[in-house]
């Protein structure tokens, strides 16, 4: 639901122009501690420049395109192969992601105090977006999911797609 908050909260910043909403400090949940509150609380943009910087730290070396992970908003799409977690590729979350991106982008365009932060995603956006086109789409059909076996970028496996052979 990471996309979701983003978009929720670049939404909110568009409708209101309210930037301060970026200033009000918001504690994380703790795995390890049943998912209760942490003593420690961040500001909301912190909050999104590390959800920023772990779309960034988890992309498919060689490219622009967020790995699969632990899945998408359906939590019974989870792989049993953990490298398919880290080797996959939804064409479902990417969309959901640069949507998140582009609004979000837009919401604090102008603000100078996120000018930097701005350069940074409308980066990646155009990156992604590159390399979803790039990839993900075959024969003019988006694939449901992309596979890099052995993070090999020069060979992608189309799964959920008119040429899949394996699905």
Same mark, same amino acid.
């Given at each position: 639901?990471?996309?979701?908050? #983003?978009?929720?909260? =670049?939404?909110?910043?568009?409708?209101?122009?309210?930037?301060?909403?970026?200033? %009000?400090?918001?504690?994380?949940?703790?795995? +390890?501690?049943?998912?209760?509150?942490?003593?420690?609380?961040?500001?909301?943009?912190?909050?999104? +420049?590390?959800?920023?910087?772990?779309?960034? $730290?988890?992309?498919?070396?060689?490219?622009?395109?967020?790995?699969?992970? @632990?899945? @998408?908003? /359906?939590?019974?799409? %989870?792989?049993?192969?953990?490298?398919? #977690?880290?080797?996959?590729?939804?064409?479902?979350?990417?969309?959901?992601?640069?949507? =998140?991106?582009?609004?979000?982008?837009?919401?604090?365009?102008? =603000? +100078?105090?996120? =000018?930097?932060?701005?350069? %940074?995603? %409308?980066?990646?956006? +155009?990156?992604?977006?590159? /390399?979803?086109? #790039?990839?993900?789409?075959?024969?003019?059909?988006?694939?449901?999911?992309?596979?890099?076996?052995?993070?090999?970028?020069?060979?992608?496996?189309?799964?959920?797609?008119?040429? $899949?052979?394996?699905?």
């Amino acid at each position: 639901m990471v996309n979701n908050n #983003r978009k929720a909260i =670049a939404d909110y910043i568009t409708t209101t122009g309210d930037l301060s909403i970026l200033d %009000q400090s918001v504690p994380y949940t703790s795995i +390890e501690d049943s998912f209760e509150f942490t003593e420690e609380s961040y500001t909301l943009f912190a909050h999104i +420049e590390r959800q920023v910087k772990h779309i960034i $730290d988890n992309l498919i070396p060689g490219t622009h395109l967020s790995c699969y992970g @632990d899945g @998408d908003w /359906d939590d019974t799409l %989870q792989p049993a192969n953990q490298a398919l #977690r880290e080797n996959m590729v939804s064409g479902w979350t990417i969309p959901l992601t640069l949507q =998140a991106m582009k609004t979000l982008s837009s919401a604090l365009n102008g =603000a +100078e105090a996120y =000018a930097g932060f701005v350069a %940074q995603i %409308q980066d990646l956006t +155009e990156k992604m977006e590159a /390399d979803y086109n #790039r990839f993900l789409i075959k024969d003019g059909v988006i694939a449901g999911f992309i596979h890099f076996p052995d993070k090999d970028v020069d060979q992608v496996e189309y799964l959920l797609h008119p040429s $899949d052979k394996k699905t």
